[in-house]
């Protein structure tokens, strides 16, 4: 169902590569609740090319962009606002890489070079964003700025690796930034803590199909898909929401907040008989 809710909303949407992409089926919502966007990702995305179908899907342009490069933002965040014809309401920060998981690296044998990668990728992006963002002073009043976390940030699950502490980091910048933008701009930036979702950055962890399965028994809603996820950050994009800032959003079915489930136990039960 739409609502319109984005209605006359500018924004730009960073890291659809293909149709399972979190960005991607938050696109698809944002359009039909009435917003414009321009799509970004990697050079090297584009080359698979799946992106174009979405363009088309949306009526929405492309604009390159290495989210580590400064220069890269710079042209960004200057065409969109002139594709878009002003300001920005909305910016979806959905990246994420770490070089030691694609690897197989273990958590306690890192490639620290690979470390400073997957950081600049998964965390840095963000600031950087927010920063050339801020510096061009390119958002709207009571605009909103989200950007996709994960629990790991806050409990440990070994096999996410570095990610995990990337994205720490990428919630504090949330945070430290979401200070200065509410006071000086009057922009909100919040992070959304997503339930394990196939997609091909999800699919990168060690282990995902134990993970997601895990996670669907502990949940008593089960697990958040994508859908779900765009439909929560349509909310934060909305007018609903406009004082609602600084926050780590958890859409997980309830996990992040339960010990141990019945489904679960029995599980551990029955294979103790
Ligand atoms: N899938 C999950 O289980 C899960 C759970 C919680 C949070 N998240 C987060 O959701 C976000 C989106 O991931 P997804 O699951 O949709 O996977 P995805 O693989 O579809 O998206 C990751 C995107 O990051 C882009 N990217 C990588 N390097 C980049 C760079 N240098 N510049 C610009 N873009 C770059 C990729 O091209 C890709 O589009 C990530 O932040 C991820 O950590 C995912």
Not at 174 to 192: C, E, L, M, P, Q
Request: proline fraction near 2%.
């Amino acid at each position: 169902m739409a609502y319109n809710l984005l209605k006359g909303k500018k924004g730009i949407i960073f890291g659809a590569l293909d149709a399972n992409s979190i960005a991607w089926k938050t696109a698809e919502r944002i359009h039909e609740e009435g917003g414009q966007f321009v799509l970004t990702n990697a050079p090297i995305a584009m080359r698979m090319g799946q992106i174009n179908d979405l363009a088309e899907k949306t009526g929405s342009q492309i604009i390159p962009a290495d989210a580590t490069s400064l220069e890269d933002l710079e042209n960004l965040v200057e065409k969109s606002m002139e594709i878009l014809g002003g300001k920005i309401d909305f910016v979806l920060h959905s990246i994420g890489m770490s070089v030691n998981v694609r690897k197989g690296r273990h958590y306690t044998d890192q490639n620290y070079d690979w470390t400073q990668k997957g950081w600049d990728v998964s965390a840095g992006s963000f600031h950087k964003t927010m920063q050339t963002l801020y510096k061009k002073d390119a958002m709207n009043e009571w605009g909103s700025i989200v950007a996709l976390t994960y629990m790991a940030a806050q409990r440990v699950f070994p096999d996410y690796n570095d990610m995990a502490d990337n994205k720490a980091y990428l919630e504090s910048i949330a945070r430290s930034f979401g200070y200065f933008f509410g006071k000086d701009k009057k922009v909100r930036v919040n992070t959304i803590s997503q339930s394990p979702t196939p997609t091909t950055a999800g699919q990168g962890v060690k282990g995902f199909d134990g993970f997601i399965a895990y996670a669907e028994k502990m949940s008593p809603l089960g697990n958040a898909t994508a859908e779900d996820c765009a439909n929560y950050t349509v909310a934060m994009f909305s007018d609903l929401t406009k004082r609602v800032t600084l926050q780590n959003l958890f859409n997980d079915g309830g996990f992040s907040n339960m010990g141990v489930s019945d489904m679960v136990m029995d599980t551990f039960v029955n294979n103790q008989e």
